[in-house]
């Protein structure tokens, strides 16, 4: 997932950048809400962190900005303001949760999986399902029927996306757009190079053939009927014997 943070205190968004990595989150910083608001309409993000107090141009004229100019991405404010007018205006304006300065971040982290998972219409669960493979967002675990399989922090981020997207042909663009940050070279082939490992990892460990090369268009993740139900066949109860 690709984050694009505003923060101008640079200590504090040094921390963030490097525990957001970590996390397998892809990220963009700016530091200056001119900045903020020309990488918003440039790329495709999937959450925005947003502090309010920035030069040049403060985080809530941003937020309007981007709300009036109909980009949905949610919004996460982090805030020295805690004032509940300036929380109520900042959720007014659009804003889709907020944090107050100082905060934990295991707190930041729970509430960006929230958002996300509000963005995919799931409300439930920190965990993602396609077919035999499960993905637990917040320990950053990925299983296949149940075994575990060891990701790089990338190989992760691109497998995440990937269930998150079963069943749609994603191109190598989007694929960029939403695992590497803006440093990413477009006429490398690193994409393909991490394809690989991915298949590696999971058809031909486990005999399966579900990332799929889509010729001319790009790679999706492919999970047959029958392989989807094969969860719910393997927990279904044995039928009861009569005996006459």
Not at 19 to 35: I, K
Not at 53 to 66: A, C, S, Y
Not at 100 to 106: D, N, Y
Not at 228 to 244: G, M
Request: proline residues 5%; aromatic residues 6%.
């Amino acid at each position: 997932m690709r984050v694009l943070l505003v923060e101008d205190d640079m200590p504090l968004a040094n921390m963030l950048l490097k525990v957001l990595r970590e996390e397998s989150y892809a990220v963009d910083h700016a530091p200056d809400g001119q900045e903020a608001e020309w990488l918003a309409f440039e790329n495709p993000y999937d959450i925005i962190i947003l502090d309010l107090m920035l030069p040049i141009k403060d985080g809530l004229t941003v937020l309007k900005n981007i709300r009036d100019a109909g980009i949905s991405i949610p919004v996460l404010i982090l805030t020295a303001r805690d004032t509940r007018d300036h929380l109520v205006e900042g959720l007014d304006c659009g804003a889709d949760d907020y944090l107050t300065k100082p905060f934990s971040i295991e707190e930041l982290l729970a509430r960006m999986r929230v958002l996300l998972r509000r963005k995919r219409n799931n409300h439930t669960s920190a965990t993602l399902k396609a077919g035999p493979i499960e993905v637990n967002t917040a320990r950053k675990e990925i299983t296949y029927e149940g075994e575990l399989v060891d990701f790089t922090t990338k190989e992760y981020a691109l497998m995440e996306y990937f269930v998150r997207n079963a069943g749609t042909v994603v191109s190598r663009t989007q694929i960029s757009e939403h695992v590497w940050d803006m440093n990413f070279e477009p006429s490398s082939n690193v994409v393909d190079v991490y394809m690989g490992y991915l298949r590696t990892k999971i058809d031909k460990r486990f005999g399966t053939s579900i990332i799929k090369t889509v010729r001319g268009h790009g790679y999706m993740l492919d999970i047959p009927k029958e392989t989807q139900n094969l969860s719910a066949v393997k927990k279904a109860p044995p039928p009861e014997s009569h005996v006459s």
